[in-house]
């Protein structure tokens, strides 16, 4: 088994290898190994998680990233054709735990609207099947 080189630390406990990190950098690293260089700049780390960063406070890349959003949820959600009952139509029971609203049953082919269950409900018929459901 090889021991583990030990380097002077300073006082704040960051400590210097003479090694480059995984990016090229030489200097010095954190007690928990990471260079302090690419943590205290990260735009030169990862420039795609920068840039998109940067273009998602501009107003015309909101806006039509809404609509394409807006236009992909009316294509997907079916349309209930009743409102919420407040109780599970499969079980019968008022939804409670950490999920406080009734999910919107549909089938994945048709697209079509089928009930309103809770979540203990809805992930056995993801898991067991579809039931035939009156």
């Not at 294509?75 to 019968?92: H, I, K, N, S, Y």
Request: with cysteine; net charge positive.
């Amino acid at each position: 088994m090889s021991m583990q080189k030990i380097y002077p630390r300073d006082p704040d406990g960051k400590y210097f290898t003479g090694i480059p990190c995984k990016r090229g950098h030489l200097s010095k690293r954190y007690a928990t190994g990471a260079c302090i260089e690419c943590v205290t700049r990260p735009e030169e780390t990862d420039r795609r998680r920068m840039h998109y960063h940067r273009i998602k406070k501009d107003p015309k890349w909101i806006a039509k990233r809404r609509d394409r959003l807006d236009v992909t949820r009316k294509r997907l959600l079916p349309v209930p054709t009743r409102p919420d009952p407040g109780f599970c139509e499969c079980c019968g029971k008022p939804p409670s735990g950490k999920f406080k609203h009734l999910a919107l049953d549909h089938d994945h082919v048709s697209n079509k609207f089928r009930g309103w269950l809770c979540n203990g409900c809805n992930r056995a018929i993801g898991i067991l099947g579809t039931p035939s459901m009156a």
